[in-house]
């Protein structure tokens, strides 16, 4: 798996290895770590799980506290810059396989996120695609292809990312019934809540998901158990996720009783 963080800086690739990895899903299930405990659990000396956690930190996977680390803040949401590169190689992935279940002549709504954007660069060989998007950079990208119908909604413009929220926004949205609605969140409760940091964002997304006949989700694997404030609803909201690992096993029952299928983009 390939991220990229901020150095200096500057942007460098960074690969993670396997303890790493499991050094961010150990936090992610404790809430909160000591180094000295890290150390012991990995056996590896602390120096080592310090190198670890500086990068993971500057990464934005991990947040340091006195004394240890924990994940990020359930309030705020990495820099947009920084989601544009974390996990992009996954994200790619997801993206091209969503895209493949989207059949030209479609119509379709597309919300926020750097996985969207992705997805929407995935869909540029397709024709006459009808779309309704409030993601400013997404609208730009397919209005280049010239048998597409873009629809851009209106409202408040977030300097940040670009994208369009408000009122406004979504009473745009409720004025169609799409074939499909991508949606992006940011994060995914094991009991299949779908949770995101801005209220705005989520009241658009629910709109989305209410005039959307089918509704497919595009959420890499760094989203599960991620903490975010605001509740979207349950995954039975989704009929299809797209991501780049299976769920976990304690996932099962609660995917089956939604209905929502999971597709893995290997």
């Known amino acids: 798996m390939v991220a990229v963080v901020r150095m200096g800086g500057t942007m460098s690739d960074l690969v993670l290895n396997r303890r790493q990895e499991q050094?961010?899903?150990?936090?992610?299930?404790?809430?909160?770590?000591?180094?000295?405990?890290?150390?012991?659990?990995?056996d590896v000396t602390q120096q080592t799980i310090r190198r670890d956690l500086a990068v993971l930190c500057?990464?934005?996977?991990?947040?340091?506290?006195?004394?240890?680390?924990?994940?990020?803040?359930?309030?705020?949401?990495?820099?947009?810059?920084?989601?544009?590169?974390?996990?992009?190689?996954?994200?790619?992935?997801?993206?091209?396989?969503?895209?493949?279940?989207?059949?030209?002549?479609?119509?379709?709504?597309?919300?926020?996120?750097?996985?969207?954007e992705d997805v929407a660069r995935a869909l540029m060989n397709h024709k006459g695609l009808r779309v309704i998007t409030n993601n400013l950079n997404v609208a730009i990208m397919?209005?280049?292809?010239?048998?597409?119908?873009?629809?851009?909604?209106?409202g408040v413009v977030r300097g940040r990312d670009h994208g369009v929220t408000g009122q406004p926004t979504i009473e745009l949205i409720r004025q169609f019934k799409v074939d499909f609605g991508v949606i992006g969140i940011s994060g995914i409760d094991p009991d299949g809540t779908l949770l995101d940091f801005d209220l705005h964002e989520v009241r658009?997304?629910?709109?989305?998901i209410e005039h959307s006949r089918q509704v497919y989700l595009a959420a890499d694997h760094s989203k599960l158990g991620r903490n975010?404030?605001?509740?979207?609803?349950?995954?039975?909201?989704?009929?299809?996720?797209?991501?780049?690992?299976?769920?976990?096993?304690?996932?099962?029952?609660?995917?089956?009783?939604?209905?929502?299928?999971v597709h893995i983009a290997a």
């Open 23 to 42: 050094l961010v899903a150990r936090v992610r299930e404790e809430g909160f770590a000591t180094v000295e405990d890290l150390a012991g659990h990995f």
């Open 58 to 116: 500057d990464a934005g996977l991990l947040r340091r506290y006195h004394g240890g680390v924990s994940m990020p803040s359930s309030v705020e949401n990495l820099a947009y810059a920084e989601r544009q590169h974390l996990w992009q190689e996954e994200k790619v992935r997801i993206a091209q396989l969503l895209a493949n279940h989207i059949p030209d002549d479609a119509s379709l709504f597309i919300n926020l996120g750097t996985t969207n």
């Open 142 to 154: 397919l209005s280049e292809n010239p048998s597409f119908e873009v629809i851009v909604a209106g």
């Open 204 to 208: 658009v997304a629910q709109a989305i």
């Open 228 to 261: 975010a404030l605001v509740r979207l609803g349950p995954i039975s909201l989704v009929h299809a996720w797209f991501t780049d690992r299976p769920p976990p096993a304690e996932m099962a029952d609660v995917l089956a009783a939604a209905g929502t299928q």
